[in-house]
């Protein structure tokens, strides 16, 4: 027999969380994993509007990202006023601020772009699109490899919420507008994705479609507890498509695209950087061991550069700028 210990009251968890409708869905769903992993602890979740909610009438392109739907969480995970933050994993900057960690990739679910489109246009795909339709989107990423294929359409910024974007398409603001699939699948609103864009048309974002869960890097207890969460094979495809992305020294607002696919213990990273007319494309693989994956990325940005990514990047930024 062992003898009767008291336990010591756990702490309550508390989970930073942006406050727009597909954070509260992701985090309550963390929250939801983490309980029923750990029936016997608290975990409480809270809400705070970060600048990216705020900024809604200005280009993604132009305030930069470095931070923006991020930095109010990480005050606070500094500030220990919360122990951890739920991100969609494209949103987190590549470089964490000192003291913070991704403690926590979740699986991933399809990271492609999708097509959603106007009533007047359901018959029609990608390919079939007509001469200037509007195709609104406010990633430069998507905009650049878009108009390399598709040279004939239009392309408009548009911003807000999902539900904002979907509405100004069906109010005939937009013929189409490209929106992360994954982001409409967790809103239940898979029934607008008209098409998959396929990778041999525009790679997703780095991290598109996983959630990434920093917290502070001396918190064991909280590491531990995220650990129930992580999921392996996208950790090791997002540490390869993060270390690439890195290494230019891009955030989520440039033309940068990746793909990943893992067979057994080979790792392959695809990417690309390309201009915003779209005329310009550094494109290459490399594959290697998932274990390996930020050396993969190294690599793979290594070769773009060779290819005059660097030169793309630093005309994009000079653009943006002036603009
Ligand atoms: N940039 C905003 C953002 N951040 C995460 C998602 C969707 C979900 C995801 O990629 O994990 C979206 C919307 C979009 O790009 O359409």
């Known amino acids: 027999m062992s003898p009767t210990v008291t336990p010591i009251a756990a ?41 990216g909610d705020k900024i809604l009438d200005v280009a993604l392109a132009k305030i930069g990202d470095k931070g923006l739907f991020t930095k109010e969480l990480e005050v606070g995970m500094i500030n220990g006023d919360i122990d951890f933050a739920v991100h969609s994993l494209k949103d987190l900057p590549t470089h964490l601020p000192e003291g913070l960690v991704l403690g926590c990739v979740t699986e991933r679910e399809n990271p492609a772009d999708a097509l959603v489109v106007h009533e007047q246009h359901k018959d029609k795909q990608l390919d079939t699109l007509p001469q200037g339709a509007i195709v609104g989107t406010s990633s430069l990423r998507r905009l650049a490899q878009l108009r390399h294929h598709y040279p004939h359409l239009s392309f408009k910024d548009v911003r807000g919420n999902l539900n904002t974007r979907l509405a100004k398409l069906d109010a005939g603001e937009y013929d189409a ?9 967790r809103l239940n609103m898979a029934d607008r994705i008209h098409q998959f864009i396929p990778a041999e048309i525009s790679l997703h974002a780095v991290g598109q479609g996983a959630l990434g869960i920093e917290c502070r890097g001396d918190d064991a207890e909280v590491l531990l507890l995220l650990k129930a969460l992580e999921h392996k094979p996208t950790a090791y495809r997002c540490y390869a498509e993060r270390s690439f992305l890195r290494s230019l020294e891009g955030g989520c607002q440039v033309p940068i695209g990746v793909n990943t696919t893992l067979e057994g213990d080979q790792l392959t990273l695809l990417g690309i950087v390309i201009s915003l007319d ?14 390996e994956a930020e050396a993969l990325g190294l690599e793979l940005a290594q070769r773009l550069r060779q290819q005059g990514a660097q030169e793309i990047l630093d005309e994009i930024l000079a653009t943006v700028q002036r603009s």
């Open 11 to 51: 702490r309550t968890i508390r989970i930073g969380s942006r406050k727009s409708q597909l954070a509260l869905v992701q985090t309550y769903w963390v929250q939801e994993q983490l309980q029923k992993a750990f029936p016997e602890r608290t975990f409480e979740v809270h809400t705070m509007s970060t600048q």
């Open 177 to 185: 507008l490209i929106l992360a699939a994954a982001g409409l699948q």
């Open 278 to 291: 779209g005329q310009k494309v550094a494109k290459d693989s490399v594959t290697g061991l998932a274990t």
